[in-house]
């Protein structure tokens, strides 16, 4: 008979079964968790060096917690994994972020345990604390943890929630776990802060001499030898967290199982509000992702005996839409001085690795803090700067009010390059792009774009670049139709349409992505297609066309339907007092779940059959049917 690899986490199928361990036992079990965490990624890919890092304090949490009674909130929830495993899922975990498998995310519909759900930073001192309050007058006698990265500490919510939880007497505990990573490396004042904890020197200095004030050998000076350790966080942490109204713990380390447990049952015997720091190491227990981090964070499939290994230069190919964007962005600052460009956290997955690398002085990361990265752009246009902000579409939807009060009404020049537009994919509804045309193109001074291909990315942000007041280009994730883009640096005349066929009776009007789908489409029902580049303005003179010379108009976009490309379509031709007949296709009002790219576009509609069927559908109900050679014929009297 074989010998079971993790003989205690089989015994382990919910937390209930891990508290019925002797407490001894529990170091033995995050060494299983860790190794079933590497063997069960390295099959399926997904979120892990942030895992890694969380092992020990996911076994603590769920063995000294009445989970899911008690709540435990996990901050973004790339470290969650290990949560999954111990809480029901570990059979499952191997589908995570697969089509109908885990959710890449804790995601309250999935499991109790999963207590909020999340996929964006910063927002778990704020619910925690919300569960805290609402159990109080409730009555309800409810423990909740809120676990929350550095990195995470960087976005102004996290302190309007130490702020505002600090004044009231919550039975809420804080764990901050200090890593020094985001996805890269931290960066800010904050991330000094914390540093110097460790190794600063006036703390050094404080500890070395108040033991040389003190006797050898003497009451006091046993008790300062015996917390030198503890020395640091009981000076400089006091200034940060504890003048909020916290308690402080720590910092201790996050991998030391034993003081990780005997920590935390100290803080559940203090009342009020208190903040545990604790030091981790990303990718900790398996030597790759320890070296390299942020290559970890997120992975396909691999050998564990391996790792991750990089893949031999491929042949020259279409760059992808994040790799046309970098490029653009060092071509055009090598000849605009004052082209400056902004990142919130984001560097390598909005392709500013190279542009940081080049040009240092013009490159600023701010952390995860969306609300001031819009806002920063904004005081710098009013200096002369041309500012570029780098932001996934669904992560500027956290800064939508300063992109309205700091940019817009005073029109300001600043361009947003918005990567992951549409649906992204594995990672779900909370990183779906679905709603940036409906939320832009209600913005009075914005113009709004969508490249058809990669040349004409390029060619927008150049567009929106020489624009004088705010301008956004929105593209998908991953590669275009394969277009290899220009090297100049040309510009697209503003709000003009292309018209890539002509056909008659249905005219198919198609936003970016969108525009390849329904190529095929425009020659089985021999429909004119247009790809209409402008969301804002739009080609008025091109709509009144196609209505007059066409008895159907199609719009076709990879975004929410209500209010977005196509209702502005249809509001022109409202505003013209044109009947023609309308259908606007685009994401229905739901949230697609997640998996392949492929399945999620099928899910939606967007999928070229299904595009092809509505239309179909749409003109057998007017009396317009296809001819054998492909047209169409006259409605049907």
């Not at 063997?39 to 989970?67: D, K, N, P, W």
Request: glycine residues 10%.
């Amino acid at each position: 008979m074989q010998t079971s690899r993790h003989p205690l986490l089989d015994q382990i199928e919910v937390p209930a079964d891990l508290r019925k361990l002797d407490e001894s036992r529990l170091t033995e079990v995050a060494d299983e968790l860790r190794d079933y965490l590497i063997q069960s990624v390295a099959r399926c890919g997904g979120h892990f060096s942030s895992g890694l890092g969380c092992i020990e304090l996911t076994v603590a949490l769920h063995f000294l917690y009445e989970t899911p009674h008690d709540r435990i909130v996990w901050d973004v929830g790339h470290q969650a994994y290990p949560h999954k495993i111990l809480t029901g899922r570990k059979h499952a975990i191997t589908t995570i972020k697969q089509s109908g498998g885990l959710a890449p995310f804790p995601k309250r519909s999935e499991s109790e345990y999963d207590t909020f759900g999340v996929g964006h930073s910063s927002t778990s001192i704020s619910a925690a604390l919300g569960m805290a309050l609402a159990s109080e007058r409730l009555g309800e006698k409810r423990k909740v943890v809120a676990v929350i990265g550095d990195g995470a500490l960087t976005a102004g919510m996290a302190f309007e929630a130490l702020n505002h939880g600090g004044e009231l007497d919550p039975n809420l505990l804080v764990i901050l776990n200090e890593n020094q990573m985001s996805i890269s490396p931290n960066v800010g004042g904050v991330t000094k802060i914390l540093g110097r904890l460790m190794s600063g020197p006036t703390v050094t200095a404080i500890r070395e001499r108040g033991k040389r004030m003190m006797h050898r050998g003497s009451p006091a000076w046993r008790f300062m030898s015996r917390w030198e350790e503890h020395i640091k966080g009981m000076v400089m942490p006091s200034t940060l967290f504890e003048e909020f109204g916290f308690n402080y713990l720590g910092p201790i380390d996050g991998h030391d199982l034993p003081t990780l447990i005997r920590t935390i049952r100290t803080t559940q015997s203090v009342s009020g509000p208190n903040l545990l720091h604790i030091i981790t190491k990303k990718g900790k227990g398996y030597a790759p992702a320890e070296a390299d981090p942020v290559k970890y964070h997120a992975v396909g499939p691999f050998d564990p005996e391996k790792g991750v290994q990089d893949k031999p230069a491929a042949k020259p190919s279409s760059p992808a839409y994040t790799q046309v964007f970098g490029q653009w962005l060092c071509d055009m600052a090598e000849q605009s001085p004052e082209l400056l460009a902004i990142t919130p956290a984001m560097r390598e997955g909005s392709g500013l690795v190279e542009f940081a690398q080049r040009f240092p002085e013009r490159y600023f990361d701010v952390g995860i803090a969306e609300q001031h990265s819009v806002t920063l752009a904004a005081g710098m246009a009013c200096e002369g700067a041309h500012p570029v902000v780098a932001i996934y579409s669904t992560f500027l939807q956290r800064a939508y009010d300063q992109l309205i009060h700091d940019v817009a009404v005073q029109n300001l020049p600043v361009l947003f390059a918005i990567d992951r537009a549409g649906l992204v994919g594995s990672d779900g509804p909370t990183h779906a792009g679905s709603f940036d045309l409906s939320y832009l193109r209600c913005i009075p001074n914005m113009v709004v774009m969508a490249p058809a291909d990669e040349n004409e990315c390029r060619q927008m942000l150049t567009t929106g670049f020489q624009h004088r007041g705010p301008a956004a280009v929105r593209y998908p994730r991953g590669k275009g139709p394969g277009i290899i883009p220009d090297s100049r640096l040309d510009a697209l005349p503003l709000g003009k349409a292309q018209l890539v066929k002509e056909g008659n009776r249905v005219a198919i009007l198609a936003f970016g992505s969108m525009v390849g789908t329904c190529l095929d489409i425009a020659d089985a029902i021999g429909a004119s297609l247009v790809n209409m580049r402008f969301i804002k303005p739009l080609d008025l003179d091109m709509i009144r066309s196609m209505a007059n010379r066409h008895d159907l108009v199609v719009t076709v976009e990879e975004n929410a339907v209500q209010g977005g490309a196509g209702s502005a379509v249809s509001e022109a031709l409202s505003d013209m007092g044109l009947e023609t007949g309308v259908l606007n296709i685009g994401i229905p009002d739901e949230y697609i779940e997640h998996g392949a790219r492929e399945y999620c576009l099928e899910l939606a509609g967007l999928d070229q059959a299904n595009v092809l069927r509505q239309i179909r559908a749409r003109m057998t109900c007017m009396g317009l049917s296809p001819s054998v050679t492909g047209g169409v014929v006259h409605r049907s009297a």
